[in-house]
């Protein structure tokens, strides 16, 4: 089927680089913040066409969701036509969240223009306080409140959504840069307390009812791909023989042309969000 990209309600114009957009298409916007985010890192989109799609996304920030929580957003089932119907579900509201705040930073960070942020401060806001609403007394985030379970990767791009909000508050010189700040640094003080497991030099993928699960280093998902996200957030960039565990790992157990398309879309953009977040890092939390 041809299909008119001009014309593309801004979504499907991402979600063609993920799927052949159909008459009826199921949109997943957190897929898309990771499209979006991989096509900046590669200058393979116009800033334009990003733009649109970061506005469409605020235009549907709920504010007191299905879960009494605001935020996020739902997934939806979209027509060529344009017509949305949304879905009233969300795999989980810290990951979205988290890639969406870093999806704008970095489209601020290209167009060296945060105004996009100050003309929509509520609405970031309530995503930056969602990841702080999701944190439990581990100090780890839950997907929503009807799933209690922590996710190495949730937890890290949470992590990298509260970096790039600090980031973009003390650019529009915001009062509340100092709260997410003290947040940034004890979120990164849990993660290393709750998921790294010292006896393997791997991070465990996930916490279930105190129960932690190490990584099984030949199975690829969701084990291997996993640690992907510590050296994409910045974490272990100054853990020089971590860092090096983790990148010796993923080169051999995971192959980027035998994984899914989602996943291929992080792997490939590993090593230049490293570089953006372990600048952010030194910046606020340099003895970390």
């Known amino acids: 089927m041809s299909v008119d990209c001009d014309n593309l309600n801004p979504p499907l114009n991402i979600w063609r680089y993920f799927s052949n957009v159909k008459n009826e298409n199921y949109v997943i916007p957190y897929i898309s913040n990771l499209i979006a985010i991989y096509l900046l890192l590669e200058d393979r989109i116009q800033l334009s066409e990003v733009e649109k799609y970061i506005y469409w996304y605020l235009d549907r920030v709920n504010i007191r969701d299905c879960n009494g929580i605001s935020g996020t957003v739902y997934d939806l089932e979209i027509t060529l036509d344009g017509n949305e119907k949304p879905l009233n579900i969300y795999d989980s509201a810290d990951g979205y969240a988290g890639t969406f705040l870093t999806l704008t930073n970095l489209y601020c960070r290209k167009k060296r223009d945060f105004s996009i942020f100050q003309k929509n ?168």
């Open 121 to 288: 401060i509520d609405k970031y806001l309530h995503m930056a306080y969602l990841i702080v609403h999701l944190r439990g007394e581990n100090g780890l985030t839950i997907s929503d409140p009807k799933h209690p379970e922590n996710y190495l990767m949730n937890n890290l791009e949470a992590y990298g959504g509260l970096l790039s909000a600090c980031y973009a508050l003390e650019k529009i010189s915001h009062p509340d840069f100092s709260y997410y700040k003290e947040h940034a640094i004890s979120f990164n003080e849990s993660i290393w307390c709750n998921f790294y497991d010292v006896s393997t030099g791997y991070f465990y993928w996930a916490i279930e009812d105190g129960k932690k699960y190490p990584i099984n280093p030949d199975k690829v998902y969701p084990d291997v791909y996993s640690q992907i996200f510590p050296i994409a957030y910045g974490l272990v960039y100054k853990k020089t023989q971590i860092r090096q565990n983790l990148i010796n790992l993923i080169s051999e157990k995971l192959n980027p042309l035998k994984i899914p398309k989602e996943q291929y879309f992080m792997y490939r953009s590993m090593l230049p969000l490293e570089q953006i977040f372990a600048y952010i890092s030194q910046k606020y939390l340099p003895e970390l």
